[in-house]
């Protein structure tokens, strides 16, 4: 991990641990530069990447302003995190249904920039929040780049693995969104029935170098699940 996306790490748990709602201001950014001795560009780059994930806004001339109205139970589409970081106060886990080494199949292949005869893990499991069904996820993980994968690491969080067991730094991703109807199959896993509503949701996950590493594709539990979307006035 940088060293700027580390400070911005410790200045979100700051914001969490004392529990700052919109609008609070924090400390200067001559008094971060002291406090992490570090220089200006280094803290500007840390307060960038909080402003992009919607923690924290800055006002020339007035200082830096906590951003973010948080809700509870609302899952971030904007964020590489995975569903541990929006959904804290909630129990998450994971029931494993598939993982194996396999070749990915066309669309997983296109996806990731790969062969077909190259070799991705295939992850199939079912996520649950507080003992509901979430959704189904069906994740491609390029091999050569996540290199192992076991049912310990993949009943917690795989990106967690991936930042902190791999060393590797999580850039961006392209997400894409259809609503449509459950199938036969996915009532089944989703304890729902056939012909409910659904949201699926294709999502390509890349490095910071924008090499992509995992093609995942999930349906949600239309009961259970409530999203945000953060924007900055550049996209507006």
Do not use: W
Not at 79 to 91: I, T, V
Not at 122 to 128: G, M, P
Not at 197 to 211: D, I, R, W
């Amino acid at each position: 991990m940088l060293k700027y996306q580390h400070i911005a790490n410790e200045l979100e748990k700051y914001i969490e641990e004392h529990s700052l709602q919109q609008r609070e201001k924090l400390p200067s950014l001559e008094t971060l530069m002291t406090q992490f001795e570090v220089s200006k560009s280094t803290i500007t780059k840390s307060l960038d990447l909080l402003e992009k994930k919607g923690i924290v806004f800055q006002v020339r001339g007035s200082g830096i302003f906590v951003r973010r109205h948080k809700r509870k139970g609302y899952i971030s589409f904007l964020s590489n995190q995975g569903y541990k970081k929006s959904l804290e106060d909630f129990q998450i886990t994971s029931e494993v249904i598939e993982l194996d080494v396999r070749k990915p199949p066309k669309e997983a292949a296109l996806n990731l920039n790969m062969e077909p005869g190259d070799d991705v893990y295939y992850l199939k499991r079912i996520r649950y929040i507080n003992g509901q069904t979430l959704c189904l996820e069906e994740s491609y993980y390029n091999k050569s780049i996540i290199t192992y994968l076991n049912n310990e690491i993949i009943s917690e969080s795989v990106f967690n693995y991936i930042t902190e067991g791999l060393g590797l730094n999580i850039g961006f991703a392209d997400t894409f969104l259809h609503v449509n109807k459950l199938t036969d199959e996915e009532a089944k896993y989703l304890r729902l029935k056939k012909g409910d509503p659904k949201l699926y949701v294709e999502s390509v996950f890349h490095l910071t170098n924008g090499q992509p590493f995992d093609f995942s594709k999930i349906t949600y539990n239309y009961e259970q699940s409530q999203f945000f979307v953060q924007t900055n006035s550049h996209f507006l």
